[in-house]
C-alpha cells in the first residue's frame, strides 16, 4: 500500500507523456475554440493559414510583411506577435497547434526546432497563390474534420494532413520582405525578456529548461551573443546572465516551497547536471542552502 501511495504521488508529482487529444488543436482564425491559454505555450508549435487581412509578425528580431494569403510558421521558445496594420480588418483562416511529441510519435525523425520553418533564423512567412490557397483550405478542413470525428485513428491521419502542410511549404518560396524595426536594442532586449519568462514555470522534472545561457538565448533570437548582452545591458542596465540568475533563483525558491520535490529533482528541472551545483549556484546568490531555505532554518 506504501509503495502504491508513493506511486500514485510521482505520477500526480510529474508530468509524462500528453494524451495524443492534448498534443493537438485545430480552429478557424478568431474562434473561442483557439484560445490555447490552458495548455503549455513552451509546447506548442502553430501553422496559421491567413486568408484574408494584412498585417505585419514581429518574429524573433525580424518584422515581417504579410500583405496577401500567407502560410506562417511559428515557434513557442522563439518569441513573436502579431501587429495589424488595420484595427478593424477582419482576418480569416485556420490554425493548427502541435507539440514536437504529435509529430515525432508519428515516425517524422527530424526535430521541429531543427527545421527552416521553425528556426529564428529561418523563413515562418510564405505567400500564397491562389491555388495554394485553395488547396491548403482544403487540408486545413480535412484536418478539422478528421479531428471531429469519433475515428479510432483521426491522429494518424491528421499528422499526415499536417506533414503535407508542411512540406507543401519546404517547396515554396519564402517570403523575403524582412526589414529589422526602430529602436533595434530595445527589441532585442524585449525579446529576451520575453523568451526568459516563457521558461517559466517549470512543470516536470522531466522537462527541464532548455535555454540556460546568454548563448543559448542569442541562438534562439538568431543574434550574436554580443549583440544580446549589449543590447539587454544598454536597456536594462543588467547583464544577460544577471536575468537568467535571477530568473533561475525565483523559479527555484518557488519550487521549494510549493513542492516536495528532494534537491536532485529540483537541479535537473532547472537544467543543472548535480545538485551539488545547484546547491553552489543557490548558496551564491541568496547565502544560504536550498535546504535552509526550504525549512526557514
Partial sequence: MQQQELTDKKTKQFKGVQPVSAQFRVSKLNENKCQLSSYNRRDFYKISLITKGTSRLLYANRDIEINKPALVFTNPLVPYSWDGYVPDDEYEGYFCAFTDEFLHSGGRMESLQESSLYKADGHPVYLLEEEQVKYLIDIFS???????????????????????????????????????????????????LSLLERQFPVDSAQSPLKLKKAGDYAEKLAVHVNH???????????????????????EAKSLLIHTDWNAAEIAFSLGFEY???????FKKHTGITPMKFRTGN
Fill in 142 to 192: 480535412r484536418i478539422r474534420s478528421e479531428s471531429d470525428s469519433e475515428y479510432i485513428y483521426k491522429y494518424e491521419l491528421i499528422r499526415n494532413h499536417v506533414n503535407l502542410i508542411i512540406h507543401e511549404a519546404i517547396k515554396m518560396q519564402p517570403a523575403v520582405a524582412y526589414f529589422d524595426p526602430p529602436n533595434a536594442a530595445s527589441r532585442i532586449a524585449k525579446l529576451f
Fill in 275 to 281: 545538485a551539488s551545483y545547484f546547491n553552489n549556484f
Fill in 228 to 250: 544580446l548582452n549589449a543590447a539587454v545591458q544598454e536597456i536594462t542596465g543588467k547583464t544577460t546572465t544577471a536575468h537568467i540568475n535571477e530568473g533561475i533563483i525565483v
